[in-house]
C-alpha cells in the first residue's frame, strides 16, 4: 500500500538555526512531491514540487530550499531560519499532474 | 493575483442537519477544482477532483457540483454527522499552474 511518512512531528528551533524536514513515500515510484506551508490565518501555500530527482520547482522566493535526492526522498531545508517561517508544512505526493492527492501528517514548526 | 475564496469560514451544526459550503475562484483558464477534507490531528484526505463544468459528484453523504462560467463550487453534506466535523478547503488551478488553496470552512458537528 502506498503510504508517505513526514518527520519531526513537532519542531521548536531559535531563529537563525538550520532546518531540516524529511518526507519519504512508499509504495509508488516517480511520485510528483510536494512542500505546502499553511501560515496562521491563511491557506495551504505551495513552497516547492518536484516532478523527478533534482528536479525542484519553487513557488514562492524566500528562506528556504528543497532537494530530491532520491526518488520517494523531498527534504525541506534552510541554512538560517526567520521567524516568518513558523507555521505548519505539509508534505504531499501524486502520481502524475493535477494536484495532491495525499498529505504527510504535518510538521509544526515554531521559531523563538 | 488569483484567488480562492471560501463561505462561510466556520459553521456549526446538529446532528443530522444539512448544509452547505462555497468555494469561488476565477473563471478564466480553469482546469481543475479539488476538494479536501482536514480533521484534526489528521492530514488532509482529497474528496472530489471536479474538470467540468456542471460536473456533480458523490461520495456517501457528500457531494459536491461545480460551475466554471461563474466560478464557484458548492459542498453538501446531507444530515451531518459528529464525524464529519472537520475543516474542508477548497483548491483551484488553471492548465499548468500550481493549485491555490482557499482558507477553508470549519464545520463542526454536535450530537
Given amino acids: 500500500s502506498q503510504t508517505i511518512h513526514q518527520w519531526p512531528a513537532t519542531l521548536v528551533q531559535p531563529v537563525g538555526s538550520p532546518l531540516s524536514l524529511e518526507c519519504t513515500v512508499e509504495g509508488t515510484s516517480n511520485p510528483n512531491l510536494y512542500w505546502y506551508r499553511q501560515a496562521a490565518g491563511r491557506g495551504l501555500q505551495l513552497l516547492f514540487y ?15 530550499s528543497a532537494s530530491r535526492p532520491q526518488d520517494r526522498q523531498f527534504i525541506l531545508s534552510s541554512k538560517k531560519l526567520l521567524l516568518s517561517d513558523s507555521g505548519f508544512y505539509l508534505c504531499a505526493w501524486s502520481e502524475g499532474s493535477g494536484g495532491p492527492k495525499h498529505f504527510g501528517d504535518g510538521t509544526r514548526l515554531s521559531i523563538l | 493575483i488569483l484567488n480562492v475564496e471560501q463561505s462561510p469560514q466556520s459553521l456549526h451544526v446538529q446532528e443530522g442537519d444539512s448544509t452547505n459550503f462555497t468555494c469561488s475562484f476565477p473563471s478564466s ?20 477532483v471536479m474538470t467540468l463544468n ?13 460551475n ?21 478547503l477548497c483548491a483551484f488551478h488553471q492548465a499548468g499552474t500550481a493549485l491555490i488553496f482557499g482558507k477553508g470552512t470549519t464545520l463542526s458537528v454536535s450530537s
Fill in chain 2, 68 to 88: 466554471t462560467k461563474e466560478g464557484y463550487s458548492y459542498l453538501y453534506i446531507k444530515g451531518s454527522q459528529p464525524e464529519d466535523s472537520a475543516t474542508y
Fill in chain 2, 54 to 66: 456542471g460536473d456533480e459528484k458523490k461520495k456517501g453523504r457528500i457531494s459536491a457540483t461545480l
Fill in chain 1, 50 to 64: 518536484s516532478v523527478g530527482i533534482g528536479q525542484i520547482s519553487s513557488e514562492v522566493p524566500q528562506n528556504l
Fill in chain 2, 29 to 48: 483558464n480553469f482546469y481543475a477544482l479539488h476538494w479536501y477534507r482536514w480533521e484534526t490531528a489528521k492530514s488532509p484526505e482529497a474528496l472530489f
